[in-house]
């Protein structure tokens, strides 16, 4: 079965700062990828960036990167140079290849202040 | 592009009526979409995966009969809670993918709902 784990409830970080979101997970299948959302206070998904497990580079998308570790299965989100809009909530998430579910994990509140 | 639109964004209802959520991709076609509740402050459960044509995919502890699923075409997908009670208040949310496995889910803004 998969699981992710995100042990960050909150982070806060100052604007213009970069911030790291922690995630693990476990999964016994070889191939599967790897997911961040923000969902802001409306409630809506946004989809951030996808890292997959066969993936040599880590992604990136603009401020946001992915820092890969498969050996120690985690797929940490680093976003570069905080802004106040990125106050949300981030979730991971795990699809495994052949499945075509997402399970999330418990998600991270970040709050970016002035 | 790969809009997913969801209808309504908010509804009160009292208890014992039934609710329809509609949940349709604008720009693409889905012949899988995914139903996710989220209760406050907590992550999303999927609930269910709708097959265009066929019947949903329920996941363990949701009932089909109250929670039914209908993906009559291959942009439309429904979810109606019906006979709702206050515990079915939640936030439910569709999403769908363009194509390929590794694609992410595009997620429809959601509904709250409240039953009185």
């Known amino acids: 079965a998969q699981k992710i784990t995100q042990t960050q409830p909150g982070m806060f970080v100052q604007e213009k700062e970069a911030v790291t979101l922690d995630c693990t997970y476990d999964?016994?299948?070889?191939?599967?990828?790897l997911f961040w959302y923000k969902q802001p206070s409306s409630g809506e998904m946004i989809f951030l960036i996808y890292?997959?497990?066969?993936?040599?580079q880590n992604a990136t998308e603009g401020r946001y990167s992915l820092n890969f570790q498969k050996a120690r299965k985690s797929a940490n989100l680093v976003i570069s140079a905080s802004q106040l809009g990125d106050s949300a909530m981030y979730f991971c998430?795990?699809?495994?290849?052949?499945?075509?579910?997402?399970?999330f994990g418990t998600g991270t509140r970040l709050l970016v202040s002035p | 592009g790969a809009v997913v639109s969801q209808h309504p964004s908010r509804v009160i209802c009292k208890s014992g009526t039934s609710v329809k959520i509609e949940c349709r991709s604008l720009?693409?076609?889905?012949?899988?979409m995914f139903w996710y509740r989220q209760f406050p402050k907590q992550s999303l459960m999927l609930m269910a995966t709708?097959?265009?044509?066929?019947?949903?995919?329920?996941e363990q502890g949701v009932e089909k009969d109250k929670f039914l699923i209908n993906h009559a075409s291959l942009t439309l997908s429904t979810l109606t809670v019906t006979s709702a009670h206050p515990e079915d208040s939640s936030f439910y949310i569709c999403?769908?993918?363009?194509?390929?496995?590794?694609?992410?889910?595009?997620f429809g803004n959601g509904t709250r709902l409240t039953v009185t």
């Open positions: 999403s769908a993918r363009v194509q390929g496995m590794n694609s992410p889910l595009h």
């Open positions: 890292q997959g497990s066969y993936d040599e």
């Open positions: 999964t016994s299948d070889q191939s599967y990828g």
């Open positions: 709708s097959n265009e044509g066929s019947k949903a995919t329920y």
């Open positions: 998430a795990m699809q495994n290849t052949g499945f075509q579910k997402l399970v």
């Open positions: 720009d693409f076609q889905a012949t899988t």
